[in-house]
DNA sequence: TTGAAAGCGCTAACAG
DNA sequence: CTGTTAGCGCTTTCAA
């Protein structure tokens, strides 16, 4: 991979040489503020001409290593396999470069390793700050951040060393499972429990929502058993084999079911078609994720989205310095309604 | 955004002086070149051991102003919002770590200014290469490119000025129509022709795969009408529009489809559960892209999917240097068996 | 209104 | 085996 070269790329020194002028009038010029050096406008624009001609283009590497401050802004997220972090990401780069911020972002597929690693290269590359995304050990990364000075905000699952944006998980499952108990109840004419699938029973998240999943429960009156919460984690097939041991263990499943992200709904929509199980009656289903095709799939699924507008709103709202003691902003999800 | 600092960084000098030897040692070590310098492993460990309590991080802006090559590889991708990109870039960021490189990647949103002006910023942060995947307009980032010496590689869409990695539209496109043509045969009992919905007609990987889906036709002595092409774009309201005014001015609708792409499918079947227009007889699709809520729409999908592997391996080959001549390198995409 | 010059932290050639 | 030194391209004081 070597570059292919010959032509050097011009620097400020090419373009002060060219507009017979030095090389930090051109500098000042380039950077706009020659106001306060009041360069003659018709220096400057020689110089923007010149410039323009001769394809200059700052070098960053050099400028960032004079300035104190970088502009770079790093963001730590753990896969790209579903619309919730797509959209995230996607969001993140137009509101930083919208801010004049450079964004890198890196993926670290649910590795804790992984995540450090990420870290550690922003750091060498002088990020001015970095948002940890559903990171597996937030604080981890606050920690090595806060020995080189850089901050951090933690952005879906919370940490408690930096401040953290995430979905009011308690309240948005309380409603969808206060939706899926009724639509079960308008079906068979009477309450009935439903069964909780995907997601680390150890995280923050999947935790508030189970509360949630209980609290619905029991303003009806009901209480879930035990073993029909099953936080198997995210991925489909775990989904899949924890559904297929439940079933050989009670025979019946429940009518309805709270699934815990569309990642784990894969596996359940799979194990459904495989095993036949709800073939003479389709189940009740809740999804905390939303994903088109998924909204098309049937009737019988709610489904909420996590609010990521108003996520990153509130994320560059404590770069910028608005939101300056918050410790936990919690932002409510949206419910679908069906189509 | 201020950085909390007071704790200055460390530098090699700090380290130089904790150690009671010079930058150039520290550095000679830290960088692993250390044998051809011969520093003696007592030192070497002593720099290693200092280097690690104290925090230190290099600063990567100095190294690649010194050094002549950044190991920055960028790539610039259109959306974040389907399984294809989301692959792509997931891959891309894994290999390119794997090799030491740094990927710095920005979303353009099919947006032909931004692709550029993303360009821009990778040459100012000095990147080696840019890699530009499903461009609008990837001659334009070859010759911008071109002229600070970078070269470029272009991914899944192909350019003139560069070598492109792209997947062979049309054996795809004409295997998969085959297969709905089959499909069709199959229920109705005898050879109907399908319609194509979605993509750029412009451009050349919908251009392709509407001639493999032509030459499908042709095999089995039929020709589809001109009007059955609806090359719409990619967004699924264009789609859904397209459909509708089809099936105004001709009524019935064909029994098959060749779908071209995950976003446009979203827009397929909103049309066809909102119209009611297949709704005595599911009709036979055929999508040119993978998603694995798709495959679990129903019996009635088949799907092929691009082999990113592969595409990124040829990428990488042509990085490395391994494959110097080759101009266009087309990878057979994948056709899913049905579950 | 402008230019000269110092130095950001690092690498690599050169001189021991 | 190790240290000294000269920049990489830019920003920013300071002096004119």
């Not at 401050?69 to 137009?94: L, Q, T």
């Not at 998980?169 to 206060?178: K, P």
């Not at 108990?181 to 079906?187: Q, T, V």
């Not at 009737?299 to 990153?312: A, G, T, Y």
Request: aromatic share 6%; glycine share 6%; with cysteine.
């Amino acid at each position: 991979m070597k570059r292919v070269s010959q032509a050097k790329r011009k620097t400020i020194y090419d373009l002060a040489a060219l507009a017979g002028t030095s090389a930090s009038a051109v500098s000042a010029v380039l950077n706009g503020n020659w106001k306060k050096r009041r360069i003659s406008s018709q220096l400057a624009e020689k110089i923007i001409r010149i410039a323009d001609e001769q394809g200059y283009a700052l070098n960053m590497q050099a400028s960032v290593l004079r300035r104190d401050r970088s502009n770079i802004i790093g963001m730590i997220v753990p896969k790209y396999d579903n619309r919730y972090f797509g959209s995230i990401v996607e969001r993140f780069e137009a509101m930083a470069r919208e801010r004049g911020l450079f964004p890198i972002i890196t993926c670290t597929r649910r590795d804790p390793d992984l995540e450090i690693e990420a870290a550690r290269a922003m750091l060498s590359y002088q990020v001015d700050c970095v948002i940890a995304t559903g990171a597996t050990d937030p604080d981890r990364i606050t920690d090595l951040c806060a020995a080189a000075g850089v901050r951090t905000i933690n952005l879906d699952l919370p940490g408690s060393h930096a401040p953290s944006v995430i979905s009011d998980n308690f309240q948005g499952a309380l409603e969808l499972t206060r939706r899926v108990l009724a639509n079960c109840e308008r079906e068979l004419g009477q309450n009935v429990p439903l069964m909780f699938v995907g997601g680390r029973g150890t995280d923050h998240n999947t935790s508030e929502r189970v509360r949630g999943f209980r609290t619905a429960h029991h303003e009806i009156g009901i209480t879930p058993e035990e073993d029909l919460i099953l936080a198997c984690g995210y991925a489909p097939e775990k989904a899949e084999q924890s559904l297929k041991v439940l079933a050989e263990k009670r025979g019946a499943l429940p009518h309805g079911m709270f699934v815990n992200s569309t990642i784990s709904l894969e596996g359940v929509i799979r194990w459904i078609r495989r095993s036949g199980h709800y073939s003479e009656r389709k189940p009740q289903i809740g999804c905390f994720d939303f994903d088109p095709f998924v909204a098309l799939l049937g009737e019988n699924i709610e489904m909420v989205r996590q609010d990521v507008p108003k996520m990153l709103d509130a994320v560059f709202d404590i770069i910028d310095n608005r939101n300056p003691e918050q410790k936990l902003v919690e932002i409510m999800p949206i419910v679908e309604t069906m189509a």
